[in-house]
T-cell receptor, first 112, second 112 residues
Framework: KAGVTQTPRYLIKTRGQQVTLSCSPI?????VSWYQQTPGQGLQFLFE???????NKGNFPGRFSGRQFSNSRSEMNVSTLELGDSALYLC???????????FGSGTRLTVV | KQEVTQIPAALSVPEGENLVLNCSFTDSAIYNLQWFRQDPGKGLTSLLLIQSSQREQTSGRLNASLDKSSGRSTLYIAASQPGDSATYLCAVRNNQGGKLIFGQGTELSVKP
């Protein structure tokens, strides 16, 4: 059974650019969440989508946005990149509230 | 606001020891609690999921307990092996929504 797939695995971008990360959840999972992981802040929640609707949003600036498609695949976009956006971005999917989350391998974003 | 704390931050033990990792949370209104392991530079691997109505879950050499009223969970690892070396994270899922709130993790090193 395929797990959560995130692409690309690694990205290097320049300050001011924008980036789009992709996540394909486990087949049948309709809930998709995104997290940012940095050494200083640990794992922080970005947003959660369920059936194409954003249900929750974390405390991040408006430069961070996301969406979910009808096939449950999700993308997140970061515009006007800053050095502090360098992090491991993790996507997770779940059947729903009473079920656990399965995480992908992440996208390592480096902003130079 | 839910806060999750993990103690200790780091732990080094000789191979074969039994060990306990601790996780505490401030708000007992949770849906469930999930333990993960993370190898360096990788995504999260789910170990155990405990629903709010459950007291413990077991998988192989791992046993996780939950005491919701006191806001505590423990992860017991029996007969530790060098392959258990990783960072262990606990995360709670609140009644208010689907997002996970993570502790800072315990970095475990098992020496041969």
């Amino acid at each position: 059974k395929a797990g959560v797939t995130q692409t690309p695995r690694y990205l290097i971008k320049t300050r001011g650019q924008q980036v789009t990360l992709s996540c394909s959840p486990i087949s049948g999972h309709r809930s998709v969440s995104w997290y940012q992981q940095t050494p200083g802040q640990g794992l922080q929640f970005l947003f959660e989508y369920f059936s194409e609707t954003q249900r929750n949003k974390g405390n991040f600036p408006g430069r961070f946005s996301g969406r979910q498609f009808s096939n449950s695949r999700s993308e997140m976009n970061v515009s006007t990149l800053e050095l502090g956006d360098s992090a491991l971005y993790l996507c997770a999917s779940s059947w729903g509230l009473n079920y656990g989350y399965t995480f992908g391998s992440g996208t390592r974003l480096t902003v130079v | 606001k839910q806060e999750v704390t993990q103690i200790p931050a780091a732990l080094s033990v000789p191979e074969g020891e039994n060990l306990v990792l601790n996780c505490s949370f401030t708000d007992s209104a949770i849906y469930n609690l999930q333990w993960f392991r993370q190898d360096p530079g990788k995504g999260l691997t789910s170990l155990l999921l405990i629903q709010s109505s459950q007291r413990e879950q077991t998988s192989g050499r791992l046993n996780a307990s939950l005491d919701k009223s006191s806001g505590r969970s423990t992860l017991y690892i029996a007969a530790s092996q060098p392959g258990d070396s990783a960072t262990y994270l606990c995360a709670v899922r609140n009644n208010q929504g689907g997002k996970l709130i993570f502790g800072q993790g315990t970095e475990l090193s098992v020496k041969p």
